[in-house]
């Protein structure tokens, strides 16, 4: 089970840290992602780290947005930098595996674990 926090309204240029609790599981073995829709738009891949330690991100949000992993603890994080209006959204985590793929996927149909979203509000 995933369960996303952490949203909330910001400025636009501000920062939020959204975490991602896994529990009933260790995700060690997992590729993790997160997922952003807003509303009347498909859902869209933001950022995802591998099993392995790898990223990928979307490249709407390459520079702005870091995601990291804490086995020990079963956290995912998506730490949120110079936001802006377009990343208004709910955001949902991600899990897929374990270790079936060697590095994440941008494909919302690989992960069959989903967190409930957490929405983000940025205002200009």
């Known amino acids: 089970q995933l369960q996303a926090s952490g949203g909330g309204l910001v400025q636009a240029g501000g920062s939020l840290r959204l975490s991602c609790a896994a529990s009933?599981?260790?995700?060690?073995?997992?590729?993790m992602a997160w997922f952003r829709q807003a509303p009347g738009k498909e859902r869209e891949f933001v950022a995802g780290i591998g099993w392995s330690r790898s990223t990928r991100y979307g490249d709407s949000v390459k520079g702005r947005f870091t995601i990291s992993r804490d086995n020990v603890k079963n956290m995912v994080y998506l730490q949120m930098d110079v936001l802006r209006p377009e990343d208004t959204a709910a955001y949902y985590c991600?899990?897929?595996?374990?270790?079936?793929?060697?590095?994440?996927?941008?494909?919302?149909?690989?992960?069959?674990?989903w967190g409930q979203g957490t929405l983000v509000t940025v205002s200009s």
């Open positions: 991600a899990a897929e595996g374990p270790y079936r793929r060697p590095s994440v996927s941008i494909r919302d149909y690989i992960y069959d674990s």
């Open positions: 009933g599981r260790t995700i060690s073995g997992y590729n």
